[in-house]
T-cell receptor, first 113, second 108 residues
């Protein structure tokens, strides 16, 4: 059983389009995250939800909108995609909010042309 | 700006040697520290965590924490080619901050 899953694995799209990435965890965790990993491999937090409530909202363009319909799901919708949005997006979850181990999904490689 | 800094490498060691990876963090409020391994094209996976000053050993891996110096390290004994990956150091507190990672290359 996959602990943290993401779809799609690859996403290639044109500038200006709107796209969504879905994430699901079956670990029973309370907290979920979205990270962006750029070409230099730097892993940067974007959003974090705890029990469906937004806890962390880093300096991310408002074209990015997360949504957590329940504790097990955290989706990311991106409007008006730009070239600079090309990166690998990782979803992760942890047991609780705070200094806990995070389990990562397989990543979604987004390429904006 | 709270930061976690690592030498980007690559760190190259021969098979069977000890690989030493280092990390410093700026936030004295950080409570927990993690080492994640990331193979190329894959997601990060946790290999060690440490909360208290001193050493913590798990198989071939030893994590070391010195809160006074704000320094975390990871030693990999008997390095294997399969250990070749990027190692991410992370400091946990209100939020977890990741370093940019150190690329390790173990030569057979």
């Amino acid at each position: 059983d996959t602990a943290v899953s993401q779809t799609p694995k690859y996403l290639v799209t044109q500038m200006g389009n709107d796209k969504s990435i879905k994430c699901e965890q079956n670990l029973g965790h309370d907290t979920m995250y979205w990270y962006k990993q750029d070409s230099k491999k730097f892993l940067k937090i974007m959003f974090s939800y705890n029990n469906k409530e937004l806890i962390i909202n880093e300096t991310v363009p408002n074209r990015f909108s997360p949504k957590s319909p329940d504790k097990a799901h955290l989706n990311l919708h991106i409007n008006s995609l730009e070239l600079g949005d090309s990166a690998v997006y990782f979803c992760a979850s942890s047991q609780e909010w705070g200094s806990y181990e995070q389990f990562f999904g397989p990543g979604t490689r987004l390429t904006v042309l | 700006q709270k930061e976690v800094e690592q030498n980007s490498g690559p760190l190259s060691v021969p098979e069977g040697a000890i690989a030493s990876l280092n990390c410093t963090y700026s936030d004295r409020g950080s409570q927990s520290f993690f080492w994640y391994r990331q193979y190329s094209g894959k997601s990060p996976e946790l290999i060690m965590f440490i909360y208290s000053n001193g050493d913590k050993e798990d198989g071939r891996f030893t994590a070391q924490l010195n809160k006074a110096s704000q320094y975390v390290s990871l030693l990999i004994r008997d390095s294997q080619p399969s250990d070749s990956a990027t190692y991410l150091c992370a400091a946990g507190g209100f939020k977890t901050i990741f370093g940019a990672g150190t690329r390790l290359f173990v030569k057979a």
